[in-house]
């Protein structure tokens, strides 16, 4: 009989503790951005977009989240990787910018965070701010 994996999921209490995180941060900052929190295939399970933030990077956030989930690595290797010349990186179809963070418990990956609205360096931040929340 096949055997089936035990596997761990992101749940929606962690997803918005998360996205609670990343928006106090950011509002602590006085930054405008929209987060995102997917599962490890991709799929959105909350989206938040603070006041004033610009349209566009309400996509760009979950673009972001989705590429940091299903490549299983932050968005800002994919960015450093282009950046470095690795310009095939490109036909990925990712967003190649920093700002999404992969949700990892071992090697397993639950799924990501993804922030949009500042620099990508600034969204990296608060992404990360969310990450933290997870850990304390």
């Known amino acids: 009989m096949p055997h089936l994996r035990d596997t761990r999921t992101l749940t929606l209490d962690a997803a918005k503790a998360m996205a609670e995180a990343a928006e106090a941060f950011a509002l602590g900052r ?51 990787g282009i950046a470095g010349g690795r310009l095939a990186m490109l036909s990925l179809g990712a967003v190649s910018l920093e700002g999404g963070v992969p949700v990892m418990v071992g ?11 500042m620099q990508s360096s600034q969204d990296g ?12």
Request: aromatic share 4%.
């Open 30 to 80: 006085g930054w405008t951005v929209a987060v995102a929190v997917v599962d490890a295939a991709g799929g959105l399970i909350l989206f938040h977009s603070l006041d004033d933030t610009q349209p566009a990077s309400q996509d760009v956030a979950i673009h972001k989240a989705r590429a940091a989930a299903r490549f299983r690595r932050p968005t800002k290797v994919l960015e450093d």
């Open 125 to 136: 931040e608060v992404a990360q701010a969310g990450i933290t929340a997870l850990r304390t």
């Open 107 to 117: 090697e397993q990956v639950l799924g990501a965070i993804g922030v949009s609205g």
